[in-house]
């Protein structure tokens, strides 16, 4: 199948930094990105619908200040997670649709704020 | 409102039988269910999809079933084993270009 990479996926911040992931389609185009948020023993919360060249969806909810999303090339989306704060901790997932139905997801990024 | 999900939130077989994982929906207009197992750490991994003009589909050591008349759709793993021990999530999608909803997850645990 399809590789979506998805970088860093751990890492650890003080409180008030922000925090960049990146997502790519290694083998594929992708003109659709999504950004999910996973909270332990959870399902996976859909955070934001990312098109390449347009302003990214925010589902209701989440602030698009706060996560900030950047689908700038076909491959590669970025979620920055701004002035990041304790309860924004969590497992954030990407995932990428091919031009088929079949959705792929990166390998996640564990995000604690200290 | 509209939902996905799951009937038990974990299950527990023996190596070598077969498991079955069942997931309601709620929304009569989905056309398209994939699985997803996810391991610890890790991001979803995709096992199996079908549409909802099928009722059976088959890969390899897996079978979804979907029942659009009570809205149930189910995985079936034969011959589990120990690295099918994971986390499972159903999810939906309704229209080609909407996003996908996902199920509350279930645990499946292979005892040796």
């Known amino acids: 199948g399809a590789v979506v990479s998805q970088h860093p996926s751990r890492v650890i911040c003080k409180s008030g930094t922000s925090v960049k992931i990146e997502c790519r389609s290694l083998?594929?185009?992708?003109?659709?990105m999504f950004w999910y948020r996973q909270f332990p023993k959870q399902s996976l919360m859909l955070m934001a619908t990312s098109n390449e060249g347009s302003k990214a969806t925010y589902e209701q909810g989440v602030e698009k200040d706060k996560f900030l999303i950047n689908h700038a090339s076909l491959t590669l989306s970025t979620l920055t997670v701004t002035s990041a704060h304790p309860e924004d901790s969590s497992f954030y997932i990407c995932?990428?649709?091919?031009?088929?139905?079949?959705?792929?997801f990166g390998s996640g990024t564990q995000l604690s704020v200290l | 409102g509209e939902s996905v999900g799951l009937h038990l939130p974990t299950l527990s077989v023996q190596e070598g039988d077969n498991s079955i994982i069942n997931c309601a929906y709620s929304n009569s207009a989905s056309d398209y269910f994939i699985w997803y197992k996810q391991e610890s750490g890790k991001g979803p991994q995709f096992i199996i999809d079908?549409?909802?003009?099928?009722d059976k589909r088959q890969g390899q050591r897996v079978t979804v079933l979907l029942n659009k008349t009570v809205k149930h759709l189910s995985l079936q793993i034969a011959a589990t084993q120990p690295g099918d021990s994971a986390v499972y999530f159903c999810a939906e999608r309704t229209g080609a270009n909407s996003k996908l909803t996902f199920g509350k997850g279930i645990t499946l645990s292979v005892r040796p």
């Open positions: 995932s990428a649709r091919t031009g088929r139905e079949k959705l792929f």
């Open positions: 079908i549409r909802s003009n099928m």
């Open positions: 083998d594929f185009q992708a003109t659709t």
